[in-house]
């Protein structure tokens, strides 16, 4: 992931990020569903996704404790 997008996110509002994680964690699960039906090509999407969502996490935890 490039800094820019990094501060992409930043610049998201809380409510936005939290519907980031909804759908990362709905896109996740689809990815585990159909790997474990060995339907899944990409097998880093999955690992991608979960940085993406370890991401999210960080930036919000930050904001709480600032």
């Given at each position: 992931?490039?800094?820019?997008?990094?501060?992409?996110?930043?610049?998201?509002?809380?409510?936005e990020?939290?519907?980031?994680?909804k759908?990362?964690?709905?896109?996740?699960?689809?990815l585990?569903?159909?790997?474990?039906?060995?339907?899944?090509?990409?097998?880093?999407?999955?690992?991608?996704?979960?940085?993406m969502?370890a991401?999210?996490?960080?930036?919000?935890?930050?904001?709480?404790?600032?």
């Amino acid at each position: 992931m490039k800094n820019n997008e990094i501060e992409q996110l930043k610049s998201r509002v809380d409510s936005e990020l939290l519907s980031d994680i909804k759908k990362n964690k709905d896109k996740l699960w689809g990815l585990q569903v159909d790997l474990r039906a060995g339907k899944l090509k990409n097998v880093n999407e999955v690992k991608k996704t979960k940085k993406m969502i370890a991401r999210i996490n960080t930036i919000l935890s930050e904001r709480k404790n600032n």
